[in-house]
Structure formats: C-alpha cells, structure tokens
Nanobody, 128 residues
C-alpha cells in the first residue's frame, strides 16, 4: 500500500522561501510521475510541478516556473518542493501525488483523476 505524507508547511512572509516534503512508502514504480498539486478552498486542485523519476526531469506550470524547484531524494524516499519568492496567491493546501508514467510529457498531461496515490495535504500560507 502506497503512503504519502507531506511535511514542512506553514506561514511565510511574501517574498520568502519554504520547502515542503513528501515522504513515500510502499511505492516501487521505477518510471513514475511524482507531482505537487495545490488547492484553494472553493477552487479546483491544480498541478504545480512534476518530476519524472526515470531521468529526474521536471516540468512546472507557469505559476511555478522560475520560483519553485521539485526534487527527489531517493535514499530518503522524499519528494521536495522548494518554493522561493512566495506570493499571497501561493496560499493553498499542497498535495503530493504519484502514479506510473513513461515520459515527462505524460506527467505534464495527467490531471487529478489520473493519479492513484495522494498525501493528505499540508497548508502553506503567505499573508498579504
């Protein structure tokens, strides 16, 4: 059984940085999409960044490009999202998710229903 647990959330001033992590257990796929999503109450969950484990390539949505970095520590089985230059509009509940994949481009195309395993979410707040 796959278990994903997010950690490291909290409140940070606008312009600041925060790193959130997702510890994974029970997942053995060698070619996978490991992604970060976020959701604001009343809005749809949206993808932020994805990492394709086969070659560690990454894809970012426009809102994350240049500010966020996704990475994977295989030894610790942790997916991380380093967020810099945070804005109030980055305030959301952040989720990690994982599923199998064959290309990075497929990672970018997968929507919420395509992911088979999810963490419980962690809050990130950037006060205005």
């Amino acid at each position: 059984q796959v278990q994903l647990t997010e950690s490291g959330g909290g409140s940070v001033q606008a312009g600041g940085s925060l790193k959130i992590s997702c510890t994974m257990s029970g997942y053995t796929g060698r070619s996978s999409c490991m992604s970060w999503f976020r959701q604001v109450p009343g809005q749809a969950r949206e993808r932020v960044a994805s990492l394709f484990t086969y070659d560690s390539s990454a894809d970012y949505t426009d809102s994350a490009k240049g500010r966020f970095t996704v990475s994977l520590d295989n030894a610790r089985a942790q997916l991380a999202l380093q967020m810099t230059s945070l804005k109030p509009e980055d305030t959301a509940l952040y989720f990690c998710a994982v599923r199998s994949a064959v290309t990075l481009s497929s990672c970018a195309s997968f929507g919420v229903p395509a992911y088979t395993s999810w963490g419980q979410g962690i809050n990130v707040t950037v006060p205005s």
